[in-house]
């Protein structure tokens, strides 16, 4: 056997099993994306940083293709659906490249108009990150933008405000149509509450309607949404082209209450639950009932109604009040407004014979 059957030496043998764990360390190294296994997930919300045309844009060609690009990759059915014109104009496809999404136009825009592109925040990147308060941004196809602005924060009671639309409408025109999105111009705001409608014609006068879209589903249902009017006209002259520091406050009618409360039981019955009844007044078959906790404390998550309070021992653990054989406090009555937060709602067991 020569030299050559015999194979590499040692020192040869040692070279190459070297180069084939460096060659494997590149090629993991190469393969990997994004954070290594078991390492901490995304939680960055997504954000628009860029767009076609740019925002305060003006002589925007009537044929133009609009475009947004995110921070990062999105779930293109969700994120793509989110993003829309206001006045509407009917998109005929919505292409993605990347990070960047392209609206090719059914029609072509109307001469001298400005339009809001509005990005929902419904949209979300591909690890189910959605965009807080969501985004928007404003252009026109005239020769300059039109200088009125109506700004101000909106205080939400029973909801949060992030990406509630204000619409805006000219005073002298018809009321809104909550299906046609009919308005004049439109504004989006942000997570801490404040908005700017843009591009409004000077002079003017204008109404504002707030839409809180709390289904998410970007049309007004009365069952489940918010659709309030704000009881000032607007007039913008070119004196005085903006109305700002307004300070709107919005309530939602359905935001549950709280009421909270301890029960007093001084009887030093053991058996049985101590439970703590709230019957509304619309409609007395609907009966809630929590329990009290070791020391009596209890909480109630109501509706907006008016209330018949009542703390009871179940001693046969049925969850319904026996006025013969359960000791019970005297009733008492509560008002739950919206988003209440009624504290100290004191209950006291007494003996049977005393109670209601």
């Given amino acids: 056997m020569n030299a050559r059957d015999r194979g590499p030496g040692p020192v040869v043998r040692g070279r190459r099993a070297v180069a084939l764990a460096a060659a494997l360390l590149v090629a993991a190294g190469c393969a990997r994306k994004g954070p290594p296994t078991g390492g901490p997930p995304d939680i960055t919300p997504p954000a628009v940083v860029s767009s076609i045309p740019d925002t305060f844009a003006a002589g925007v060609a009537t044929d133009a293709r609009i475009s947004v690009t995110f921070s990062e990759g999105m779930e293109p059915r969700a994120s793509g659906d989110a993003v829309s014109l206001a006045p509407p104009v009917a998109i005929k496809e919505r ?143 070119a004196e005085a082209p903006e109305a700002s520091g307004l300070r709107l406050k919005v309530t939602n009618p359905r935001a549950t209450g709280k009421v909270k409360g301890t029960v007093r039981d001084t009887l030093g019955i053991t058996q049985g639950d101590l439970l703590v009844s709230a019957i509304p007044a619309n409609d007395t078959t609907q009966v809630l009932i929590t329990q009290a906790g070791a020391r009596g404390v209890y909480e109630l998550a109501l509706i907006p109604d008016y209330y018949r309070l009542q703390a009871f021992r179940d001693l046969d653990k049925n969850r319904k009040y026996d006025p013969v054989r359960e000791p019970a406090s005297k009733p008492i009555q509560v008002t739950v407004t919206p988003a209440a937060n009624l504290q100290d709602i004191d209950l006291v067991l007494l003996p049977l014979g005393r109670g209601p």
């Fill in 95 to 237: 292409r993605w490249n990347g990070r960047t999404l392209t609206l090719e136009l059914a029609d072509t825009l109307a001469r001298d108009r400005t339009y809001t592109v509005i990005v929902a925040p419904t949209a979300r990147d591909r690890h189910g990150n959605t965009m807080p308060g969501g985004s928007s941004f404003v252009f026109t196809t005239g020769a300059q933008m039109a200088p009125g602005s109506i700004s101000g924060t909106i205080e939400g009671v029973g909801f949060l405000t992030e990406g509630t639309y204000v619409w805006c409408y000219d005073a002298n025109g018809p009321g809104p149509d909550s299906t046609a999105r009919d308005f004049d111009a439109i504004g989006l705001t942000r997570s801490d509450g404040r908005f700017r409608v843009l591009g409004l014609a000077v002079p003017g006068s204008y109404r504002v309607w707030i839409f809180a879209d709390l289904n998410g589903n970007r049309s007004f249902e009365p069952q489940a949404d918010i659709l309030v009017p704000v009881d000032t006209t607007f007039a913008l002259t």
